[in-house]
């Protein structure tokens, strides 16, 4: 009798168990924190931040690399799509989808410029002093109606160099449109434009090749001809920009901070 009991109460407790795992994630963060409240940082941005698909690998945007940095009270939703300005994003729905999901004490951080830049392409340019800001200032509004923080980054430079081996600028005024909208609005404001292109200069033309994507002809399977491009990150660029980004966070002592799992200087990669 007592064997029949033990055997029912192990039977009982297995059961308990499976119906527990079987539970739906409903808030998406299961996987991460088993269920805790955590404060969530949603990103929105370019192909510079998002995640880029396995057959573009070893290309990666330095969204993919933030959650590593954080302890398992903190989440990062990668919402950012290639080719997306700040227009297209919002056109698109995709700031609203965001905003659905947000709670208070979530984070919105905004990198946009590469392709707002692009002046042939209605659906995607903006005007730095004008329609940018317009742009961005709703992910500022529709953060702080649900109680989240939003935080402006300025675009992340471009590989680009003088004769002499100089970094040079790509962005033209959306940088400071940007930075000045911060002030303005006393937005949390992360100068990625500026961080980047002091982190390029210090390795200079040739080092920083590693951190993008360029590749010799037979050197990864999907891109068997090689490629040169100055604009994504290989997975090791990617994790210098997110770096940068924590980096820029740590500045701002934004409460995000406290759960750092490790400092961002003791990562800094020695400059040539």
């Not at 994003?89 to 947000?102: A, D, P």
Request: with cysteine; hydrophobic share 40%; charged share 30%.
């Amino acid at each position: 009798m007592r064997r029949k009991k033990a055997a029912f109460l192990c039977l009982a407790v297995i059961a308990a168990s499976v119906a527990l795992i079987a539970q739906p994630d409903t808030d998406g963060k299961a996987s991460k924190t088993g269920g805790r409240a955590v404060i969530t940082i949603y990103l929105a941005g370019d192909s510079t931040v998002a995640a880029a698909p396995r057959s573009r690998a070893p290309r990666a945007g330095w969204g993919e690399m933030l959650d590593d940095w954080f302890d398992d009270n903190v989440m990062v939703k990668n919402m950012a799509a290639s080719g997306r300005s700040a227009k297209s994003f919002v056109e698109e729905g995709r700031l609203s989808r965001i905003l659905r999901e947000m709670k208070k004490g979530d984070y919105l951080f905004i990198q946009f410029g590469h392709n707002d830049e692009k002046v042939n392409d209605p659906a995607r340019h903006t005007e730095p002093f004008t329609t940018y800001q317009a742009y961005l200032k709703q992910y500022i509004d529709g953060a702080r109606a649900k109680g989240a923080t939003p935080v402006l980054i300025t675009p992340v430079e471009r590989r680009r160099f003088s004769a002499d081996g100089r970094a040079l600028d790509s962005h033209g005024p959306y940088p400071a449109a940007m930075k000045a909208l911060a002030k303005q609005e006393h937005v949390p404001f992360i100068d990625l434009t500026a961080k980047s292109k002091q982190r390029f200069e210090q390795l200079g033309p040739e080092r920083t090749k590693q951190l993008f994507l360029w590749l010799a002809p037979g050197e990864h399977a999907n891109y068997p001809h090689g490629i040169e491009d100055n604009t994504h990150f290989h997975k090791r660029g990617a994790k210098e920009i997110a770096r940068l980004v924590v980096e820029g966070i740590v500045e701002l002592n934004l409460p995000l901070r406290r759960h750092l799992i490790r400092s961002p200087e003791r990562e800094h990669a020695p400059s040539r």
